[in-house]
T-cell receptor, first 113, second 114 residues
C-alpha cells in the first residue's frame, strides 16, 4: 500500500522556526514534493527532493532521507502569511509513464503574533 | 504564461444532474492531471493525460466520471448523475514531460451537490 503521514495541525510564533515532518511508504520512490495551500486556493510548489540531503530556498528548506522514508520542511523567520496547509506528496514508481502525486492529508500551520 | 485556468470556479447542482468542468493547462505542458480534494484532506489523483492520450485512471473514477483532452490542449471532466458524495474541489494540474518537473495547479472548481 501507499501511505504518507504528516501532523494534522501545528502552531508557531511569528519570527520563529518550525519543522513539519512527513513519513512515507510507497511503491518505489521517484521524488518528494512540498506544496503550500492557502484556504480556498490551489496548491503552489515549494520544493522537490529526490536525493538525500537538504535543499534550501530562501526561508524554506526541505530535507530527505530515503532510507528512513522521511522528509521535513523547515520554515524560518515565520510570517503571518505563512499560515497555510503544507502538503507532502510523493511520486512512486508505478511501472509506467505516470508521475501522479500521492498526497498526505496536509499540515495546517497557524502562525500567531 | 498565464498559469493553469479552470472553469467554472464554483458549481452548485442538484443530485442526478450532469456537470462538466474545463481545464486549460500551461500552453507548453503536455501532461495534464485531475485531482479531487475534500475538506481537510490532500488532493487525490483521478486521471492523467499525456498529450491527448488518457494513460491512467484511478479506481476512484467511477463509470459516472469521464475525462477528455481531445486535441492535447484543454481538458474536460464530466460527472454524470451527480451524487452528494461528489461534492469536492476538483483540481487540474499540468507539467512538462518527465518526473522531475513540478505540477502547476489551477484554482480548482468547487462542486456542491444538493
Amino acid at each position: 500500500g501507499q501511505n504518507i503521514d504528516q501532523p494534522t495541525e501545528m502552531t508557531a510564533t511569528e519570527g520563529a522556526i518550525v519543522q513539519i515532518n512527513c513519513t512515507y511508504q510507497t511503491s518505489g520512490f521517484n521524488g518528494l514534493f512540498w506544496y503550500q495551500q492557502h484556504a480556498g486556493e490551489a496548491p503552489t510548489f515549494l520544493s522537490y527532493n529526490v536525493l538525500d540531503g537538504l535543499e534550501e530556498k530562501g526561508r524554506f528548506s526541505s530535507f530527505l532521507s530515503r532510507s528512513k522514508g522521511y522528509s521535513y520542511l523547515l520554515l524560518k523567520e515565520l510570517q503571518m502569511k505563512d499560515s497555510a496547509s503544507y502538503l507532502c506528496a510523493v511520486i512512486g514508481d508505478y511501472g509506467g509513464a505516470t508521475n501522479k502525486l500521492i498526497f498526505g492529508t496536509g499540515t495546517l500551520l497557524a502562525v500567531q503574533p | 504564461d498565464t498559469g493553469v485556468s479552470q472553469d467554472p470556479r464554483h458549481k452548485i447542482t442538484k443530485r442526478g444532474q450532469n456537470v462538466t468542468f474545463r481545464c486549460d493547462p500551461i500552453s507548453e505542458h503536455n501532461r495534464l492531471y485531475w485531482y479531487r480534494q475534500t475538506l481537510g484532506q490532500g488532493p487525490e489523483f483521478l486521471t492523467y493525460f499525456q498529450n491527448e492520450a488518457q494513460l491512467e485512471k484511478s479506481r476512484l473514477l467511477s463509470d459516472r466520471f469521464s475525462a477528455e483532452r481531445p486535441k492535447g490542449s484543454f481538458s474536460t471532466l464530466e460527472i454524470q448523475r451527480t451524487e452528494q458524495g461528489d461534492s469536492a474541489m476538483y483540481l487540474c494540474a499540468s507539467s512538462l514531460n518527465g518526473i522531475f518537473y513540478e505540477q502547476y495547479f489551477g484554482p480548482g472548481t468547487r462542486l456542491t451537490v444538493t
